[in-house]
């Protein structure tokens, strides 16, 4: 009996060994942020983003990137996520390792939330000044009240230099420049030391007397006026009047030390102001889409017409951050990520231009890692198997036109 229980514990204790050597060498890093865990078809049908744009990939400490772009409020809005008209242009970024010191819609600074329509495309700018040191998955993203976080597309950006040397100067309108990095820092710390000691000064003044057993003897046998005296008294006065003008006094400090305060400015902005969107001269009918399970791509049937007045070829499909490139018509120069941009990943059976006022049918792939990699396979677990996306046409002269897609995706088990 003693054997076996000897057995039974030596390898428990080996198997929590090896648990534990297992899960610390186990150090997985992480290249999304919360986006592959989001529900495939919120991705999709909720915001696109495109024509994004970083200005730089390694910056120093101080100096500014800017990420430019476009999105379009997707017209089939999911009914689990809230209407953006509370929204707010935010940043991913793991804490403030850059701050925001600029961010536009339509060219309007936005600093509180805005109203978005639905259906409606605008131009963002976001300018970033870097602050800690380090290589940075940054996401341009918007927050939904109502509906939480819509991620764009992350991408990684290196920081160099030290923390140490980050300023952050502002001017006030009274015309003194501080720096936000550690304006109001000591006054806050003076503030909360003093009244702590305060207090502490308060506590102390008692317990260097017998503290517990002595005053509860005293107070049970009746005697609980003796445990304070005449000076006790006068001290509580003290401190009590101390606390009410030392907060009086600091008060009116304050006041004329910073004569000129305003509340804290907040509401949100509407009428912010959309891309004038120009009516795609080409139409495009989603006869059928479907994708393999499993599998990492997922393909269409397109009936597509041009009604302009030049030759077209297909050269991109958007989905979910993820760019499709048929390599022979476009090819990207922005520095998309390198995780969502399939370079070679849109293949069209026939992609030969499409002349004006001919339509024709065609049959698209959409294929690549990103497919799976981004967990856009598990819009098989998603209670609502539709897609939406956009379509990239462009002339011989590069002329593009963006048309929209949407439709049922249905999945193929064999
Ligand atoms: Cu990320």
Known sequence: MKVIRDRIAHWSLVGLLLAFAATSFYAPSASAHGEKSQAAFMRMRTIHWFDLSWSKEKVKVNDTVEITGKFHVFEGWPETVREPNVA?????????????????????????????????????????????????????????????????PGKWITIDGSMSDFKNPVTTLTGQTVDLETYGESNIAFWHVFWAVFGVAWIVYWIRRPVFLPRILLADAGRADELISGTDRKVAMAFGAATILIVVMSMSAANSKYPITIPLQAGTMRGMVPIEDKKPTIAVKVEDASYRVPGRAMRMKLTITNNGSSAVRLGEFYTASVRFLDSSVYKDTSGYPEDLLAEDGLSVSDNSPLAPGETRTVEVQASDAAWEVYRLADIIYDPDSRFAGLLFFFDAAGTRQIVQVDAPLIPSFM
């Open 88 to 152: 707010f242009l935010n940043i991913g970024i793991p804490g403030p390792v850059f701050i925001r010191k600029e961010s536009y819609i339509g060219g309007q600074l936005v600093p509180r939330s805005v109203r978005l329509e639905i259906g409606k495309t605008y131009e963002f700018k976001v300018v970033l000044k870097a602050r800690r040191p380090g290589d940075w998955h940054v996401h341009t993203m918007m927050n939904v009240e109502g509906g939480g976080p819509i991620i764009g």
